[in-house]
């Protein structure tokens, strides 16, 4: 594996209750777990599609919500960490070393979105062509401030952005190189907080959000049709964490 800076390599489940959160989305789109013995920590639970590990699951620290965190690839966390902290970036977690495994930061944009900064000992996996259901599809920020937010996004990690016109307003792809790696978007409504959203690449959209519904999750976007893109759906899970579904066209 080589490092891809820019991409977007791992994501990762916070919630009070890993079990549920295991257990719900094993159902929903048949992930499995392994059980990786952590170095002077609690194990860390991953998360494999196949036998592709993708994710993992942790224990949201004492009062704070469930989510998503993705996982930014960087060639140095903590360069990077400085830069986004001097681009007016909240430190949540300062830059350190997961045992042999890699070195994580954790930030907050300037607009409050969450992330986490990576580089892996391993490497990155691969740009695929297209990738296999149940494995992650695209990452989405949205944030009130998408001019500004785009700015930090492409002064702090070097992004381009190709511009497409919605009817809701401006959609932002960010790229390294040809490669898009993620969308920015401005919020619809005044009190969505910033935050990244996680697409999962699913054969039946329809089916996928049923299935989260009766699994007890919370339905906020209807299977909807993005033309020339595919079907989506959001829901919220059981602990609290929101989640996209994708049927590409």
């Not at 042999?100 to 907050?108: K, L, N, Q």
């Not at 992004?159 to 619809?188: C, E, I, N, S, W």
Request: glycine letters at 12%.
């Amino acid at each position: 594996m080589s490092h891809l800076p820019g991409k977007f390599v791992w994501f990762e489940h916070l919630s009070s209750d890993v079990a549920k959160a295991r257990g719900f989305y094993e159902k929903l789109f048949g992930w499995h777990t392994e059980v990786m013995p952590m170095p002077g920590g609690e194990p860390y639970t991953m998360i494999q599609n196949g036998s592709a590990a993708i994710g993992g699951y942790s224990k949201a620290p004492a009062g704070a919500p469930a989510g998503w965190l993705s996982y930014l690839s960087v060639d140095d966390v903590d360069a990077s960490y400085k830069a986004a902290l001097g681009a007016g970036a909240k430190s949540l977690m300062a830059p350190m070393n997961y045992g042999a495994v890699g070195r994580a930061a954790t930030i907050a944009d300037p607009t409050g979105a969450v992330l986490s900064l990576w580089k892996g000992a391993q490497g990155d996996p691969e740009d695929v062509a297209s990738g296999p259901v149940g494995g992650w599809y695209w990452n989405e920020l949205t944030t009130q401030d998408d001019k500004a937010t785009l700015a930090f996004y492409e002064k702090v990690f070097g992004f381009t952005h190709d511009a497409m016109p919605m009817p809701q307003g401006t959609y932002y792809v960010l790229k390294q190189g040809d490669k898009a790696r993620g969308g920015l978007t401005k919020a619809m409504d005044a009190s969505t907080p910033a935050m990244w959203m996680q697409y999962v690449k699913v054969a039946d959209c329809d089916a996928s959000a049923a299935k989260a519904v009766g699994l007890g999750a919370h339905q906020v976007v209807p299977p909807t049709d993005i033309p020339t893109v595919g079907r989506f759906s959001m829901f919220i899970d059981p602990q609290g964490a929101a989640l996209a579904v994708m049927k590409p066209a």
